[in-house]
Each structure stands twice: as C-alpha cells, then as structure tokens.
Nanobody, 128 residues
Framework: QYQLLESGGGLVQPGGSLRLSCAAS????????VGWFRQTPGKEREGVSG????????KYADSVKGRFTISRDNSKNTVHLQMNSLKPEDTAVYYC?????????????????????WGQGTQVTVSS
C-alpha cells in the first residue's frame, strides 16, 4: 500500500522552530519530486515548498523564503521541512505530496491538483 505519513507538527511559540518529516511506505520516494502544502479552514491549499527527486532543486513560496528549508534523505525514504522563525500566520495543517510528471524538476506549488498522492497532514500551531 502506497502511503505518505507526515510527522513533527505541534504547538510552538512565535520565533520557534519545527521540523516536519514526510515518510513514504510501499514505494521509493526518490522516484518523485515532493511538495509541501498547508491549509487553514476555509482557505485553499497553499504551496509552501518543493524539491526535485534528486534534491538538487528546491523552491519556496515567498511567504516562507529564508525561514523554511526543504531537504530529502533518500536513504531513509523521507523528505523534511525545517521551519524556523515561525509566525502565527504559519499556523495550518501541513501536507506533503508526490509529483510524478517531471520528477527531476521542482514541482509546481500553484497546482495541488497535479499531485499524485497525499499524506494525512500534521497540525502546526504557532501561538504564545
């Protein structure tokens, strides 16, 4: 069974850090580009960051550039999202997803419908 499982979410104070992980089971994650998205109630899913299958290419939404870092450990079938200098507006459910169309490039952050498989999400709450 092909699955993605996010972990690492939680409650953190403004200015704090969290590291999210996206682990794949049943398939090799290094065959795919991976994107991180986030969603709050009543809003559309927003692309946060993406990484190519090799890890050589990354991209970030302007709202997180300089604060978030995406990386992958293909030996552990996992992609990470390091989130620093967190702000209350970063509060959301965070999802990872795989993109197979062009795995060697960074996946599109503007088109969540083009992704092939999603995890169940992990809640991130930034509050004092």
């Amino acid at each position: 069974q092909y699955q993605l499982l996010e972990s690492g979410g939680g409650l953190v104070q403004p200015g704090g850090s969290l590291r999210l992980s996206c682990a794949a089971s049943g398939f090799a994650l290094n065959d795919y580009a991976v994107g991180w998205f986030r969603q709050t109630p009543g809003k559309e899913r927003e692309g946060v960051s993406g990484i190519s299958s090799s890890g050589d290419n990354t991209k970030y939404a302007d709202s997180v550039k300089g604060r978030f870092t995406i990386s992958r450990d293909n030996s552990k079938n996992t992609v990470h999202l390091q989130m620093n200098s967190l702000k209350p507006e970063d509060t959301a459910v965070y999802y990872c997803a795989i993109y197979s169309t062009i795995a060697t490039m960074t996946p599109p952050l503007y088109d969540p419908g083009s992704y092939d498989l999603w995890g169940q999400g992990t809640q991130v709450t930034v509050s004092s």
